[in-house]
């Protein structure tokens, strides 16, 4: 079983920072990762970061050298350190667990979290 809970958004002037928080809590599972996802209105979601518990990291071009993930073992938590914002950044931020297999992350369908807004403003 997976549980995920995020926390961390907010409104953001653009160029600022925000540092997304997601706890996890896993058994009898198989998932060796946990990526954030984020989904804008009318758009779809994308995969932006991920970690393994190996501490692989994976990013989308459209956050590389601005976006930092990062995994607290000894909190069960995952961090999404965002700098840089932009207005084009503005979506509903959800923490996913998953695989990583063959230098690729796969979210599992079944282990979301419920999100948090960030909206950056010009």
């Known amino acids: 079983q997976v549980q995920l809970a995020e926390s961390g958004g907010g409104l953001v002037q653009s160029g600022g920072s925000l540092r997304l928080s997601c706890i996890y809590s896993?058994?009898?599972?198989?998932?060796?990762?946990i990526g954030w996802s984020r989904q804008a209105p009318g758009k779809e979601r994308e995969l932006v970061a991920a970690v393994t518990f190996d501490e692989i990291t994976k990013y989308s071009d459209s956050v590389k050298g601005r976006f930092t993930i990062s995994r607290d073992n000894t909190k069960n938590t995952v961090y999404l350190q965002m700098n840089s914002l932009k207005p084009e950044d503005t979506a509903v931020y959800y923490c996913n667990a998953g695989l990583y297999v063959y230098g690729g992350y796969h979210p599992s369908r079944a282990y979301w979290g419920q999100g948090t807004q960030v909206t950056v403003s010009l």
């Open positions: 896993i058994t009898h599972s198989n998932v060796n990762a």
